[in-house]
């Protein structure tokens, strides 16, 4: 079976500094890679997503992420972080031939300070 | 984009009774939809999978006949909480993908929370 791994719980960062989420999946081929973030008591709102091509991807509210299919990982980056980012993020993969089923990882609770 | 609501937002409900949460893919057609559970603090647990037009997928350890789930329409899956008591209380995200993509994206609701008195 697959498998989503955030390593980090909680990561607490600066007002302006840089950020990166890691994600990592335990999967042969290439899965869907996908980043979303949801903010107290609300949905889920897709950041960006991999499905092929380009192992950089851009995504909405300037982060991106990179594939690197060497290391299995799906990093979520932004230069700049802003206080409204403070939220919890989840990485997610689809294995097509696992009845394309999405799934997550534990999540990674991000606060923000001044 | 696509867009999926989930109705009700938040339902509170005595013990025993039982609570019915829409969900429904506003401007394009499912013929698969996923039901989450989040558990506070936690990641999205998949609950199941619907079919339009056959029953659901259940995951292991998830209870069929205590979480009912109905895909009558390409737009419209339900989930009923039956007998609901408190340890159901939880939030219940749905999640739908377009049939017109094999890309694998999915688009979730606003989520339901529920209170379970």
């Known amino acids: 079976a697959q498998s989503v791994t955030q390593p980090d719980i909680h990561i607490t960062v600066s007002e302006g500094a840089s950020l990166e989420l890691r994600c990592n999946y335990s999967y042969g081929a290439t899965p869907y890679l996908f980043w979303y973030v949801q903010s107290p008591g609300q949905g889920l709102q897709l950041l960006l997503k991999?499905?092929?091509?380009?192992?950089l991807v851009q995504g909405i509210k300037g982060f991106e992420a990179e594939f690197k299919r060497s290391q299995s990982s799906f990093n979520l980056r932004k230069p700049s972080v802003h206080w409204s980012d403070a939220a919890e993020y989840f990485c997610a993969v689809v294995n097509m031939e696992y009845g394309n089923k999405l799934v997550f990882g534990a999540g990674t609770i991000l606060r923000v300070k001044s | 984009g696509a867009v999926v609501s989930q109705h009700p937002s938040w339902v509170i409900c005595k013990s025993g009774t039982s609570v019915k949460i829409e969900c429904r893919s506003l401007?394009?057609?499912?013929?698969?939809m996923f039901w989450y559970r989040q558990f506070p603090k936690q990641s999205l647990m998949l609950m199941a999978t619907s079919n339009e037009g056959s029953k659901a997928t259940y995951e292991q350890g998830v209870e069929k006949d205590k979480f009912l789930i109905n895909h009558a329409s390409l737009t419209l899956s339900t989930l009923t909480v039956t007998s609901a008591h408190p340890e159901d209380s939880s939030f219940y995200i749905c999640?739908?993908?377009?049939?017109?993509?094999?890309?694998?994206?999915?688009?979730f609701g606003e989520g339901s929370r529920l209170t379970v008195l």
């Open positions: 999640s739908a993908r377009d049939r017109r993509t094999s890309s694998g994206e999915l688009f």
């Open positions: 401007d394009f057609q499912a013929t698969t």
């Open positions: 991999y499905f092929s091509g380009d192992t």
